[in-house]
């Protein structure tokens, strides 16, 4: 089946520490996303990649980190240095940027600080 | 920053009712689509509309457009139980891409049996 699969669904972290969220799609997709939900609210971009090597902030990118080495991957790093890192964060995909594209979500990762 | 807000914050209905939510936005925008979340889950495409289009349907889904208000409305019509979860709305303002849309908070819909 194509789509994005994001891994973990449900990690908990203690405080202080580093964790990865994993996304990886099939979809032959070239920009990807990472989005984080708090609950009963919308989405707010963190950070997305047009292309291979490239990335960009998005409207919360402090605290985190990303990678884009490959096509089809595109690992969070919730660093130590977000303050509230609890929530639910989606990957996506598009084929492109191009105006219009559609976005593409996986199923989300729920992060837990304890 | 967040763009499009939706209202009602949330919405109970009768199975067999039709449900409307709204979705404003303050910018000007090249298009506007509408999302789907179940609980806990991912979002789901639904339907995009162009700033030059002014309704589109789409199965019992019916969106319209008004860019001189700086609104949009989704209509779903003889809704089903299954038509519950939250719906939002994505904006890409006008003159970028789809790297820039943002979301709004959503309208969460309750389809009673």
């Known amino acids: 089946d194509g789509g994005i699969t994001q891994s973990p669904k449900y990690l908990f972290r203690k405080e202080g520490q580093n964790v990865t969220l994993s996304c990886e799609q099939n979809l032959n997709h070239d920009a990807m996303y990472w989005y984080r939900q708090d609950p009963g609210q919308g989405l707010r971009l963190i950070y997305y990649s047009q292309i291979v090597n490239d990335f960009q902030k998005g409207d919360i990118a402090e605290g985190y980190s990303v990678s884009r080495e490959k096509k089809e991957s595109f690992p969070l790093t919730v660093t130590s240095a977000q303050k509230n890192p609890t929530a639910f964060y989606l990957c996506?995909?598009?084929?492109?940027?191009?105006?219009?594209?559609?976005?593409?979500f996986g199923e989300g990762s729920w992060l837990n600080v304890v | 920053s967040q763009q499009g807000e939706e209202d009602p914050q949330a919405l109970s209905i009768q199975e067999g009712e039709n449900a409307t939510m709204n979705c404003s936005y303050k910018t000007s925008i090249n298009n506007l689509q509408w999302y789907r979340q179940n609980s806990g889950r991912g979002l789901v495409h639904l339907i995009l509309i162009r700033s030059n289009e002014r309704e589109k349907h789409s199965g019992r889904l019916r969106v319209t457009l008004d860019t001189s208000k700086k609104s949009s409305s989704l209509l779903i019509t003889a809704s089903r139980a299954a038509d519950t979860a939250s719906y939002f709305c994505a904006t890409e303002p006008y003159n970028t891409n789809a790297g820039k849309s943002t979301f709004g908070d959503g309208t969460t819909l309750t389809v009673k049996p």
């Open positions: 996506a995909s598009s084929p492109g940027t191009r105006s219009g594209n559609t976005i593409f």
